[in-house]
């Protein structure tokens, strides 16, 4: 899907790692969010509460999931699942354009 069609864009912008990472919020009719992004070459770490859909849109990283120990190269396009209540460590090699999709717990 290359546009999401009417929704709704929080405004403030999400910024973490002193502005290396940045994403806008859009939420959907039917109550789902996701957020658009873009994140500089560094190493960073997130945690999660609801389980996501990280999709690599352009760039290229290295990503650490729950449960496992090695490394695993993302080139976009690609995805990966990060599950709920975990955390997640990202090796960003290039600029990356990402789109995260929450999946609520039931």
């Given at each position: 899907?290359?546009?999401?069609?009417?929704?709704?864009?929080?405004?403030?912008?999400?910024?973490?790692?002193?502005?290396?990472?940045?994403?806008?919020?859009?939420?959907?009719?039917?109550?789902t969010?996701?957020?658009?992004?873009?994140?500089?070459?560094?190493?960073?770490?997130?945690?999660?509460?609801?389980?996501?859909?990280m999709?690599?849109l352009?760039?290229?990283?290295?990503?650490?999931?729950?449960?496992?120990?090695?490394?695993?190269?993302?080139?976009?396009?690609?995805?990966?699942?990060?599950?709920?209540?975990?955390?997640?460590?990202?090796?960003?090699?290039?600029?990356?354009?990402?789109?995260?999709?929450?999946?609520?717990?039931?």
């Amino acid at each position: 899907m290359d546009k999401f069609d009417n929704v709704t864009v929080v405004k403030k912008a999400n910024v973490y790692y002193d502005g290396k990472v940045t994403s806008r919020t859009v939420l959907f009719a039917d109550g789902t969010k996701k957020t658009l992004g873009i994140m500089m070459p560094d190493s960073y770490e997130f945690g999660t509460a609801d389980a996501e859909v990280m999709e690599i849109l352009a760039g290229e990283l290295d990503v650490l999931l729950p449960n496992s120990t090695s490394w695993e190269n993302i080139v976009a396009p690609a995805s990966f699942d990060v599950p709920a209540n975990s955390s997640f460590k990202l090796k960003v090699k290039t600029v990356t354009d990402y789109c995260c999709s929450y999946i609520p717990s039931i």
